[in-house]
T-cell receptor, first 115, second 116 residues
């Protein structure tokens, strides 16, 4: 149980285009999901908290107009990187947890490359 | 406030020998502690977690960790390394009962190298 999936696993896009990444909890409902960014050989950096039915909460320094988050249902959150630039190239990971537990279950990640 | 320190950025061991990945933490509360493993271009997989029950925690793939409050440590061990153990390992602390990734603090990671 507690499986989180992400789609796509890899995406390459041109500078200026927008890219949508999906995060799904496959066997449980998640009122809250989390989005991270990971640079090469570094730890995870929390970008934002995705809340079902309400606005996402962004960490300091993360542009909310750049990284649009929509938590459309209890099993799906999407991250849209708008007007992508090469510096947005990174590994993006989502996580979700079961209610009243502090264990986070992570998706397999999405490698974004902006040319 | 909480923090996590993984004492080694890289650890190299020979296949079949023991593995020790060190983690020290600080927390204002009774924390939950986790070890996650990340293989290249993959997400994080939970190895084990400590949540104030038994201080010696057994996880998947033969890994275990011991919570030592007096030393504020949560080191990860495995008796015999396998080539498939080569990966990045993260020690994570949570001081928020009931969860929430905004209550998580990640270590910087330890890269485990297995020599044949």
């Amino acid at each position: 149980g507690a499986v989180v999936s992400q789609h796509p696993s890899r995406v390459i896009c041109k500078s200026g285009t927008s890219v949508k990444i999906e995060c799904r909890s496959l066997d449980f409902q998640a009122t809250t999901m989390f989005w991270y960014r990971q640079f090469p050989k570094q730890s995870l950096m929390l970008m934002a908290t995705s809340n079902e039915g309400s606005k996402a909460t962004y960490e300091q320094g993360v542009e909310k107009d750049k990284f649009l988050i929509n938590h459309a249902s209890l099993t799906l959150s999407t991250l849209t990187v708008t007007s992508a630039h090469p510096e947005d190239s990174s590994f993006y990971i989502c996580s979700a947890g079961l209610p009243f537990e502090d264990t986070q279950y992570f998706g397999p990640g999405t490698r974004l490359t902006v040319l | 406030a909480q923090s996590v320190t993984q004492l080694d950025s890289h650890v190299s061991v020979s296949e079949g020998t023991p593995v020790l990945l060190r983690c020290n933490y600080s927390s204002s509360y009774s924390p939950s502690l986790f070890w996650y493993v990340q293989h290249p271009n993959k997400g994080l997989q939970l190895l084990l977690k400590y949540t104030s029950a038994a201080t010696l925690v057994k996880g998947i793939n033969g890994f275990e960790a011991e919570f030592k409050k007096s030393e504020t440590s949560f080191h990860l061990t495995k008796p015999s390394a396998h080539m498939s153990d080569a990966a990045e390992y993260f020690c994570v602390v949570s001081d928020r009962p009931g969860g929430g990734a905004d209550g998580l603090t990640f270590g910087k990671g330890t890269h485990l190298i297995i020599q044949p």
